[in-house]
């Protein structure tokens, strides 16, 4: 492990217009909450990638940026190292942000009121590419069976009509965390064969998995399940550099590369800022050791965490973590509202996190709370809860 990475050091990060910080202190009107809702991480960025942002800042000038041949060959042989999966260049496409392409592939590749099926609960960003395009979200609740969330495949069979055209997935899983095995993909693949689906598969959480799990990418299918593939991924969350601004889809098919090649360009997005192709570069190239160090980090985390909840707050029922550095926590057996925890939360315990229904109907029961920060962000976080846990059992 390099010296220069100090996961351990806490970063104030207020007065920095910060999404996870300074935005949900104004949703709050408080300077004084611990926030674990926002799903990126209090860590310094790796040094290779903060490096060559410098040298850009350095040389002065700041003109349109446009891709090299680096940025494909970073995402190829991360691909290549990290999944054992050969990708090429030709299918590569820049994008800004998944919210975005998720969006943009509704848009280009169905019609209006045709229906798009989704897992719920569901990423909200996924959910609403789909309803704010006006298509219908074809909801396939995941159901729970031997403690862990999973698809309802005979279910799946039931929602397919004459006017589903797209399913979207989340691989691995937000907010439950859950990492589909070849098997379940494999089964999703064939359903969109049979039935002659698009499948747009999020990865962005891809490189986040728990010891002991392995992460498939959907890249991996058959031959004909590649055909009517899109798969969106993305460096911003594997090395904390979601500020950039920088995802990239990869489309086997060249016919559905191309529709969705001329949308992007259609809006004026198929540059990216200054600072993305460094940060595909220097993260997929360079950052090896950062990364390793961030992934046990984020398994220590979880371990203490766990040990912590069990000790202190039996009642809450944390999910297995499989991938991401999120955890999906149930409340139900306090017997409370959503309201009445969220008040709890804000009011007593001066935490913050996501509640269930920001997910969906189907996430009311539950809250999703961000590992990823420093040891003592988390400690002083549940030592606030525990000394406020009295007031919730009331």
Known sequence: MQESIKLDQVIDRRNTNC???????????????????????????????????????????????????????????????????DVKKEEILFCPRISISVSLAVETYTNPGEEVIIHTPSYDAL?????????????????IRDGKYTIDFDELETLVSEKTKMYILCSPFNPVSRVWD???????GAFCVKHKLLLYVD????????????????LQLADEVRDRLIVASSPTKTFNVPGVIVSYLIIPNGKYK??????????GMNNP????????EQGYRNSDDWYDAVLTYIDENDAFTREYFGKH?????????????????????LGCSEDELKE??????????????????????????????????LSDAFERMRKAYPLLKK
Request: glycine share 8%; aromatic share 14%.
């Open 19 to 85: 999404a996870k910080w300074d935005t949900m202190d104004q949703v709050y009107h408080s300077q004084d909450l611990i926030h674990l809702g926002v799903a990126d991480m209090d860590f310094k960025a790796p040094q290779s990638i903060s490096d060559a942002f410098q040298s850009c800042v350095d040389h002065g000038i700041y003109g349109y940026t446009d891709i090299n041949e680096g940025f494909y060959e970073a995402i190829i042989r991360w691909f290549r190292d990290k999944n054992h999966t």
């Open 258 to 267: 191309k529709m969705l090649e001329e949308d992007i360009h259609r809006l």
């Open 203 to 218: 990865e962005i959480h891809g490189d986040f998995t728990a010891p002991g799990i392995q992460f498939t990418t959907a």
């Open 182 to 188: 070849r098997e379940e993909l494999e089964k999703i």
């Open 313 to 333: 707050f039996p009642e809450f029922q944390i999910f297995p973590r499989e991938g991401t550095y999120l955890l999906w926590i149930s409340y139900e057996a």
């Open 127 to 143: 959910y609403e590419g789909i309803v704010k395009n006006h298509r219908v979200a074809v909801e396939s609740p995941l159901i």
């Open 273 to 280: 800022n200054i600072f993305a192709v460094a940060a595909v």
């Open 344 to 377: 709890w939360f804000i009011r007593e315990a001066g935490v913050e996190v996501y509640m269930g229904t920001k997910f969906g109907e189907k996430g009311l029961g539950y809250f999703r709370l961000n590992l990823g920060t420093t040891r003592k962000m």
